[in-house]
Antibody
Framework: EVQLVESGGGMVQAGGSLRLSCTAS????????MTWVRQAPGKGLEWVAD????????QYADSLKGRFTVSRDNVKNSLYLQMNSLRVEDTAVYYC???????????WGQGALVTVPS | QSALTQPPSASGSPGQSVTISCTGT?????????VSWYQQHPGKAPKLIIY???ERPSGVPDRFSGSKSGNTASLTVSGLQAEDEADYYC??????FGGGTKLTVL
């Protein structure tokens, strides 16, 4: 059974940094693209970033480029999202998801809440 | 990366059918057969219910079906049940997300 578990969420002041982790199990982690999606309170889903199985290709939402960095450690079966220069509008639940190609996101974690207070 | 357009709400009575639209452009929905749909209940993670326009993952009831015409994709829920009340999101390659539709079962 595929399992994805996010961790690292919390409250951080504007301008601060936070790193989210997503630990995967139940599949060959290194074989699959992974995706981060976020959801602001009461709002819809927003794509954040993708990373290829071997980490060689990464893609980001235009609005986040330069502040967020996606990475992975295939030995630890872990996906990461480094978030810098955080803003109030980055407050959201952040989900990691397995991406079977063309944004077919077949398995999702439970989400990690990041709060940047005003 | 512009969002895809979905109606904010839809509704139907138990047993009825409801269709939710998802409109993009020929650079996303119209250009690829890679539209997926996700169901999200309050406080839960999204769940994949349709991929590649009209394919259902194992375990998803055949009451859920997808289609596409031009730049508009559609999700149809037939034989509405109370548990279908949820938010529904469309996603198209490349990384375009719809704003979501709240489906209410009357």
């Amino acid at each position: 059974e595929v399992q994805l578990v996010e961790s690292g969420g919390g409250m951080v002041q504007a301008g601060g940094s936070l790193r989210l982790s997503c630990t995967a199990s139940g599949f060959t982690f290194s074989a699959d693209w992974m995706t981060w999606v976020r959801q602001a309170p009461g709002k819809g889903l927003e794509w954040v970033a993708d990373i290829e199985g071997d980490g060689s290709a990464r893609q980001y939402a235009d609005s986040l480029k330069g502040r967020f960095t996606v990475s992975r450690d295939n030995v630890k079966n872990s996906l990461y999202l480094q978030m810098n220069s955080l803003r109030v509008e980055d407050t959201a639940v952040y989900y990691c998801a397995r991406n079977l190609g063309f944004h077919r996101l077949d398995s999702w974690g439970q989400g990690a809440l990041v709060t940047v207070p005003s | 990366q512009s969002a895809l357009t979905q109606p904010p709400s839809a509704s139907g009575s138990p047993g009825q059918s409801v269709t939710i639209s998802c409109t993009g452009t020929n650079s996303d929905v119209g250009g690829y057969n890679y539209v997926s749909w996700y169901q999200q209940h309050p406080g839960k993670a999204p769940k994949l219910i349709i991929y590649e326009v009209n394919e259902r993952p194992s375990g998803v009831p055949d009451r859920f079906s997808g289609s596409k015409s031009g730049n508009t994709a559609s999700l149809t829920v037939s034989g509405l049940q109370a548990e279908d009340e949820a938010d529904y999101y469309c996603v198209s390659f490349p990384a375009r997300f719809g704003g979501g539709t709240k489906l209410t079962v009357l």
